[in-house]
Nanobody
Framework: QVQLVQSGGGLVQPGGSLRLSCAAS????????MAWFRQAPGKEREFVGI???????YYTDSVKGRFTISRDNAKNPLYLQMNSLKPEDTGVYYC?????????????????WGQGTQVTVSS
């Protein structure tokens, strides 16, 4: 089993920045993918970006150039640095993990999930 515990989030004005963290514990994998999703009120959970254990990242178009996913090593949390935030970035953000280095943007492909954290971008 893998446990993902998220921290960060909150209320920020448009143009501001926030950093989310996702700490993993329990079972470890040599090759894996960790992703961030978000869910706005009344909408489905959507893919934000992915980080693979080989060090690569990929982002959905709406956050490219503004969001950065990073992880220094397997003992440190996964981070989502969010800059130039917009009201449409508002939602509950979730981190997720799956075994294997796959390009997976659908929620069904992830086995482990964080508890979610609220991000509100508003003036």
């Amino acid at each position: 089993q893998v446990q993902l515990v998220q921290s960060g989030g909150g209320l920020v004005q448009p143009g501001g920045s926030l950093r989310l963290s996702c700490a993993a514990s329990g079972r470890t994998f040599s090759n894996y993918a960790m992703a961030w999703f978000r869910q706005a009120p009344g909408k489905e959970r959507e893919f934000v970006g992915i980080w693979w254990s080989i060090g690569n990242t990929y982002y959905t178009d709406s956050v490219k150039g503004r969001f950065t996913i990073s992880r220094d090593n397997a003992k440190n949390p996964l981070y989502l640095q969010m800059n130039s935030l917009k009201p449409e970035d508002t939602g509950v953000y979730y981190c997720a993990l799956r075994q294997g280095v796959f390009f997976a943007v659908d929620t069904q492909h992830y086995d482990y999930w964080g508890q979610g954290t609220q991000v509100t971008v508003s003036s």
